[in-house]
C-alpha cells in the first residue's frame, strides 16, 4: 500500500475502518441527549461531525485541508463523520457543472445530527448543506463552529454586480451564530474584524511535506524558466494575470475550469495539463522554476506551502492570503506587477522554501482546529427527537 493510499483509507473512513456515513443509510434508533465532552475529555477523543459542500472529488484548497484535518484528528483519537454533497438529491452548481450541489438538505441534515449525536459539530462552507446545518443548530440550541475559507464578497462580485457590504452582511449574519469562526491568517482576521466579525479564531493552514519535496526538474522538458500556475481555471482566480504578463520562458497551467477553452484558445503558447493530483501533481510543481498565484480573492493559497515544499518560491500579489504566506525576498516574491514578482523569485533560495514549508505540519494545524471546536450542549434535539417518534406512533 503506497502512502497516498493509506491516506485515503485513514481520511475516508471512521474509526472503525468503515466508509463514513455511507449514502442513504442514516438510523433515527439514537434517542440519547447530546452531551458535552469537558476539556480534558475532548482531547482523549470525542464525536466531531464536519459539514461541507466541499469535498471529494473537487480539488481545492478547502477539499484538502479538510481530508488532512479529518485524517489527523482520527488519528488524535477522535471520531469524524463528514457531510458531503454525495448524501443528498444534487444538481450541477452553475457555471461550474463538475461541482455537485445539495437540493433541499434541510430534512436529511436534521435527520443526520439526530441520528449520530456528535459532541461537536463544525460547519466548514456556506453552501446548502452549511445552511442547513447552521439552520437545525440555531432552531435547536446547537453550539457550533464555522470556518472562513473564501473571500466570497470579491468573489462574487467579479461574477455578479453584488455589493460587498451587502456579501458581508450575510457572512457576518452566517457565521455570527456560531460559536468561533475558524480563519486562516491575521490579515483576514483583521479585514472580517474591520467589517464587524467579533467570534474569530485562527486556524493554520498545513502541506504534506512528504508528498510535495524536491525532486528533479527533468521532469519537464519545456524550455526554461518554467512559471507555473496551479488551480482552478476560473474568473475568480484571475489566471487571465498569469497568462498575459510577459515571459521569456514557459507558461505551465496546471488545473481545469470553466475558462479552460478560452484561456487555451486566447493564450496558445501557454501548456495546459489538467488537474493533477497526489504524485504527479508533486512531479509537476517541483519540475517549475517559480510557481505565480496571481488570485486576489483566496484567503490562503495552499498550493503555496505545497510550491514551498518542492523548493520552488512563490510570486504573488501583496494580498491577504499570500503575505501572510509568503516570506518576501526569502521564499517568494510579492510586488504589484506581477512579471516583476515573478522574475525575482527566479533569485530565491529553493532550501529557504522548503525550511519554511516544514514548519506546517498538518499535525499542528489539525490540533489547532481541535482546540477551536466546542462541545454541543445539552439541548432539546432528544426531545424534540422523542416528540416526533410519539407524534408518529399516536398518527399511526
Known amino acids: 500500500m503506497t502512502g497516498l493510499q493509506e491516506f485515503e483509507r485513514i481520511a475516508f473512513a471512521d474509526a472503525s475502518g468503515f466508509p463514513a456515513i455511507p449514502p442513504g443509510f442514516i438510523s433515527l434508533s439514537c434517542s440519547r441527549a447530546i452531551l458535552p465532552y469537558s476539556s480534558t475529555r475532548r482531547r482523549m477523543g470525542m464525536k466531531i461531525l464536519i459539514v461541507s459542500d466541499a469535498w471529494v472529488p473537487q480539488t481545492n484548497g478547502v477539499v484538502t485541508t479538510l481530508s488532512q484535518t479529518v485524517a489527523h484528528l482520527r488519528q488524535f483519537g477522535h471520531t469524524v463523520r463528514v457531510v458531503t454533497p454525495d448524501q443528498f438529491r444534487t444538481f450541477p452548481c452553475p457555471t461550474y457543472p463538475e461541482i455537485r450541489v445539495a437540493l433541499f438538505p434541510y430534512r436529511r441534515m436534521a435527520q443526520l445530527i439526530e441520528a449520530w449525536q456528535p459532541q461537536a459539530l463544525h460547519i466548514a462552507t456556506e453552501g446548502p448543506l452549511g445552511f442547513a446545518a447552521r439552520r437545525y443548530c440555531v432552531r435547536h440550541g446547537l453550539r457550533f463552529t464555522t470556518s472562513y475559507h473564501t473571500q466570497f464578497p470579491q468573489y462574487l462580485r467579479q461574477r455578479f454586480p453584488v455589493p460587498t457590504a451587502l456579501s458581508y452582511r450575510g457572512l457576518r449574519w452566517f457565521h455570527g451564530a456560531a460559536h468561533t469562526c475558524m480563519v486562516s491568517t491575521p490579515t483576514v482576521e483583521a479585514q472580517l474584524v474591520e467589517r464587524g466579525f467579533r467570534n474569530l479564531s485562527r486556524w493554520r493552514r498545513g502541506v504534506d511535506t512528504r508528498l510535495f ?103 504573488a500579489y501583496p494580498v491577504a492570503g499570500p503575505i501572510d504566506v509568503i516570506d518576501d525576498g526569502i521564499t517568494g516574491s510579492l510586488h504589484e506587477d506581477l512579471a516583476t514578482a515573478a522574475v525575482r523569485a527566479l533569485s530565491i533560495d529553493p532550501h529557504a522554501c522548503r525550511k519554511r514549508a516544514e514548519r506546517s505540519g498538518w499535525d499542528v494545524c489539525s490540533r489547532e482546529f481541535e482546540s477551536n471546536l466546542t462541545a454541543v450542549k445539552p439541548s432539546s434535539v432528544a426531545v424534540q427527537q422523542r416528540r416526533r417518534v410519539a407524534v408518529d406512533s399516536v398518527a399511526n
Open 213 to 315: 519535496r524536491p525532486q528533479s526538474k527533468d521532469f519537464l522538458s519545456l524550455p526554461r524558466p518554467i512559471a507555473a500556475y496551479v488551480g482552478r481555471v476560473a474568473v475568480e482566480k484571475n489566471v487571465d494575470a498569469f497568462l498575459s504578463m510577459p515571459w521569456l520562458g514557459s507558461k505551465l497551467v496546471i488545473g481545469d475550469g470553466p475558462e479552460r477553452p478560452r484561456c487555451q484558445a486566447q493564450f496558445p503558447d501557454a501548456t495546459f495539463v489538467g488537474y493533477q493530483r497526489g504524485e504527479a501533481l508533486a512531479r509537476h510543481l517541483a519540475a517549475a522554476d517559480v510557481l505565480v498565484f496571481p488570485s486576489l480573492t483566496d484567503t490562503f493559497g495552499l498550493v503555496n506551502l505545497e510550491a514551498m515544499a518542492c523548493g520552488v518560491p512563490v510570486a
